[in-house]
């Protein structure tokens, strides 16, 4: 009991001294690069990946996007992009369908109404959510915007003092691992996409001006809601991107099947004997060398242009696949044979 104890006071001082860290190392830092400083994981709960009975999936709302070849990855001369966007690698991409919007609260009581399921925030009891924070209250041993809070989960989102938040069934499904969301997709008889078919499907349909969910004015002190939103927005709040995708960019994080590894780009760019799969085999974040992360993509509404473009349709980043929060949730994909 004393060990447990131990061992849990010491992930989380782990947590608070890495957030800690995070916002001083992300303020020297390019801008582009920092995101919203998502701390590292402390979730006490293991993932599981569960098999459920095949289904045929329900492709009425899902768009089709047609195969192709693109540059996967940021050009250097580009004014926005970070170092793990570069160097750019060309991809073909077989025809597949993608959810039209993230998985939403509804679509995800289905599936616990129908299988019990428990998500891994409902089983280790808390999950991180945003609260304001000044610029004069972040130092030393205290806590920045991210907050450990009890008792949060898919369908209570905020934390209590945040009540005033009417949870809508149309809001995206927030507060999911990347192992709920893997599950949540699998019993639908569809699966994650994967980094590539994310991407290929966010430059495919990228407008020069796509309306989205983000965070406007000074991160993380005082957002303008400029959009209409504060926090998550109901699907299709805003206008889809050119093929028909609703907030692939903006509004909540999707988790992607792949790996996060820093310099696969860079791998299959030196590969010329084609010999690399096309996703990496493990993760490899240098922030954080020893933790697994799997890819997030698309940015949230706490993606800012000041501090943090992730909802740029090359932009990468990542997250430990037990990790839960208030900005990160997904939707899913169905591959078509050839
Ligand atoms: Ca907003």
């Not at 891994?120 to 806590?143: C, P, Q, R, T, W």
């Not at 949870?167 to 996409?193: I, M, T």
């Not at 406007?216 to 998550?232: H, L």
């Amino acid at each position: 009991m004393a060990s447990s104890l131990c061992m849990q006071f010491s992930a989380r001082l782990f947590f608070v001294l890495a957030s800690f860290v995070c916002f001083f190392g992300c303020k020297n830092r390019k801008a582009e690069n920092c995101s919203t400083a998502l701390p590292k994981t402390f979730s006490p709960v293991n993932g599981t990946l569960l098999s459920y009975s095949k289904t045929e999936p329900d492709t009425q709302k899902m768009v089709l996007v047609p195969s192709g070849s693109f540059l996967m990855g940021n050009e250097k001369n580009t004014v926005e992009r970070s170092e793990d966007e570069q160097p750019t690698i060309r991809k073909t991409v077989p025809r597949f369908f993608m959810d039209s919007t993230e998985v939403t609260i509804g679509e995800f009581a289905q599936f616990v109404r129908e299988t019990n399921y428990k998500t891994m925030a409902e089983k280790s009891g808390s999950s991180l959510v945003f609260h304001y924070a000044e610029k004069k209250d972040i130092g030393e041993n205290k806590l920045p915007w991210w907050k450990e809070v009890k008792g949060v989960s898919w369908q209570k989102p905020f934390a209590e003092e945040q009540q005033n938040n009417q949870v809508q069934e149309n809001f995206p499904a927030v507060h999911v691992s990347w192992y709920d969301a893997a599950n949540y997709c699998a019993w639908k008889g569809k699966r994650l996409p994967t980094e590539t078919e994310w991407e290929y499907a966010a430059v495919k349909g990228n407008r020069a001006t796509q309306p989205m969910n983000i965070f406007q004015g000074q991160f993380p002190e005082k957002n303008t809601k400029a959009d209409g939103f504060e926090f998550m927005a109901p699907v299709k709040s805003f206008e889809p991107n050119t093929i028909g995708l609703y907030d692939l960019q903006g509004n909540v994080w999707e988790w992607c099947s792949d790996f996060y590894h820093a310099k696969y780009y860079t791998f299959l760019s030196e590969d010329s004997l084609h010999e690399l799969p096309d996703s990496p085999p493990k993760s490899y974040d240098p922030e954080e060398p020893f933790a697994e992360k799997k890819v997030i993509r698309g940015g949230s509404f706490l993606c800012n242009s000041s501090y943090c473009s992730g909802y740029r349709p090359t932009a990468r980043m990542k997250a430990p696949p037990s990790q839960t929060y208030i900005h990160v949730g997904f939707r899913c994909v169905v591959g078509i044979a050839p």
